[in-house]
């Protein structure tokens, strides 16, 4: 039986024998009695095993060291007054493997460098048993919001040839001796002796491809690793992250937003019901206003504000900024704060940006200036989700492409879905770590990944 | 209104006005009437429009090509003695987007390669159709397999700076200068200066970071892209492919198979209830014995049988084999599909194989020789999941890891799982793409991927 069993049902079990394997959190042997806290991963909170020190049997027991795994045999007993709900009276128990003096995760204060430094052992510490079972429950949320909408779940590649979005530094992949690469006759490195004939590097999103999809299911989202080679050592780049991006037909920027404000509550809501002890602990030892937090996002409505609007507020307040504001400039995290916390004090988004800061493929506006962009900002983190209506118009499209310069021969298939039947489609990327950090309050990216990939650190 | 919509409340909307937006599947222009096939992909069936090909306003209509885009709205009227059960009479019908008359997904039959070349395209297709939308659902059954218990999923890293499985060849990920790379004073490439400090590559399996999670959570599974640089041009082989590795504390190898066992079943039980249309196109076009052969799998218990006790089965019919059969071999194709489609005629599992065909971390059976692994084999396509129970005992894993003369610093953390509370676990692989060739009938894994990559292809 695990542990989610025993906190389940434990007042049918009370006075019966149960059997339970895990491993010690925790270790006080007195002189007639020994507490064991167990825990198997299962459930938040421990179990505690009580066990009678005098007898021979056992003996090894009260010599464990932490983090042993044992197999407990013995009688769950109701405990009403204590702050755990019962425990067990052990009448058996049984070594399966203990651990040594020199355990690196001793119940005591580590650092986060440290605990980053046993990326193999920390999952076993709360915080992190917290982080990655909200991860993994958050993760399970949104592939129930989109199933239930019918939409459908797309693998776009991580390996390509084109750096079509241009959304950041990439990884090249390949099987050629980088100490010895062929070469052609003049000398250049022959990649038509390379795995794919070509040069092909880790995508930085799978956007693109994701709409040749949503011009056949109208409703499609990927949820896979991106990649992005940037030499940023900050607490929210990671050079491997996972992210979510829907693209949906026949919707419009504001449809874009409906669906990205019902997704982000949706994911609340699932992991406030279905992991309460770990959100109660994140409250009480990560950040203190978390669930207040939560809660408020919840029950809002998001706030829609256009970037020609939120900079006029901005200016309103410009003695509070670092960088100036003026019209036409990217907001820096200082003023999407500002905006989402002290002006509008609930999760905002701020649309139609100025087309020169946007990306090609975003619907321009009949001002000819702003491009039909959402960003969705909250209060504590700022940007949260960026997307847009992508331009379906061939010739503006086309347009825009030359204008900036890129190369037409790389988006002959993209310009494709605006030959052949082109619809209205929008559609939006969200940080999947980000989130986390967000659900959570965990301050550093690198403590809601498993094993985190930054700049200079590739570890296990 | 999408048609998945009009499909589940055509009875109520009998002679109602609706609206639907959606993609030109089929036109035939009569004399008085027209008839327009249309689809929008929330359905795998279209949805018949009618219209009155006398009237003006229709004329544009008629001229439209394939994949146009279009806005219908109309009455819907069953039709009870129609192949259809409904279609709508069209009172207005706007133009969204045009297609042209060269677009290249005609109706008529096009050979697979062609298909392939338009990837961008083929998901209009109704084969990919079905393929993707079934891709998609599994791809929600193992969610919410794992989910229902209490499985966490974990996401392991696609960037690894070890080979530790040896599982296959990698590709090698860099940001250094392949041209001219830096290089050390003695001449060798300097990878203190490539991105991550020291040569990093693609993962080929999640397994021994997942185990980690394993120690920490008890069940725990991953769902990752991986990769493999082999250059074998296969019909089952892709340079990037999807992987699910379970991963379970305090589970031995027939725990394991129990859990894989019921995981096919349910993901097999999950697409027939949620993809009937899709199921049943496939059967009539892909493979006409695939429901029989799907049903059957739900329907049988899987059988167990050791190796080596196949190897004898096997002797008993050696006429039948090009590869000869004798005690210690790796199972051929061939051995593996006349066990499963011949002798037993249903899955099995074969378990215990000789220890120097498998990998170093597979528990040591007490007869020195065998190790307890095992393979699901499946009727129709042969092997569709492999696993084992892992050595959990320090001293025999480090005697393995040396005997095969691998680098043991390799695997210090890997090795702390066995000091620090070794537990019996088990865990299984299995490649998502095969799983949705059996499921589908699909026999080149190319056309079950949404953009392939194979070795000299990588495209879009």
Redesign the interface.
Known sequence: M?I?ELYKSYKELDGKTVEV?A??KNLRAQKEFGFIEIN???FFSSVQVVYDNTLENFERVSKL?L???IRVKGKLVLTPNNKQAFEIKAEEIEV?????AD?PLQNKRHSMEFLRSI???R??ANL??AA??I??LA??AI?KFF?EQ?F???????????DAEGAG?M??????D??N?PRTEDG??DYSKD????P?H?TVSGQL?GE??A?????IYTF??T?R?E?SNTTRHA??F?MIEPEM??MDNNQNMDVAEAMLKYVINYVMENAKEEIDFCNQFVDKGLIDRLNHVRNSNFERVTYTRAIEILKEHEEKFDVKVEWGMDLQTEHERYLTEQIFKKPIFVTDYPKDIKAFYMKLNPDNKTVAAMDCLVPGIGEIVGGSQRE?DYAKLEKRINELGLDMDSYT??M?????????HSGYGLGFERLIMYITGIENIRDV???P?T??????
Chains 1, 2 share one sequence.
């Open positions: 695990d989610r394997q491993w010690i198997d991963g299962s060291y983090s042993a795994s399966l493997g203990d651990s040594t355990y990326a193999h052992l999952p076993r992190f048993r990655y079972r991860r993994s993760a399970f592939h199933n019918d459908i779940y797309v693998h776009t590649p991580i390996l390509t040839a084109s530094e990884f090249q992949v390949t099987t050629l980088i100490d690469p250049a490195v795995f794919f004939d070509k092909t880790l491809e040749t999809f011009m056949a299911f109208s409703k896979g690793p990649f080679a030499n050079a491997e996972w037909a026949f379906e298939w993209y494709d879905l605006r030959k052949y039947g082109s619809v209205v990944l498993p094993f990939r700049v200079h650190h590739c570890e296990f």
